[in-house]
Each structure stands twice: as C-alpha cells, then as structure tokens.
C-alpha cells in the first residue's frame, strides 16, 4: 500500500509531500527537503494526497 500525504514544514513553513506504507503515522519523521530540519509527520500534516 502506498499513501501520499501533504505536510508542512514547522520551522520554513513549505510544504511537500510525505510518502507512506501506512497511514498510521504516530512516532514517523521527515527531514524537510528545503531547510533540512526532522518534524513529526503526525503533527504537521495538512491532508492525503
Ligand atoms: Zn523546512
């Protein structure tokens, strides 16, 4: 399974898109593509995609 979700950046505010097996998404990280800073994907997420 493969699910695509929308996320935003908390420290640069842009926003990309979150690639997962699954859509629990508690204790998951991204490093963010524009400022190279790790956030939690489960707080910062706009929608699925
Ligand atoms: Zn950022």
Redesign the pocket.
């Known amino acids: 399974m493969a699910f695509f979700f929308l996320v935003k ?1 908390p ?4 926003k990309m898109k979150y690639h997962s097996t699954t859509k629990i998404l508690s204790g998951k990280k991204k490093r ?1 593509v ?4 790790s956030f939690s994907v489960k707080d910062h997420v706009l929608n699925e995609i």
């Open positions: 950046c420290s640069c505010g842009n963010c524009y400022c190279g800073r």
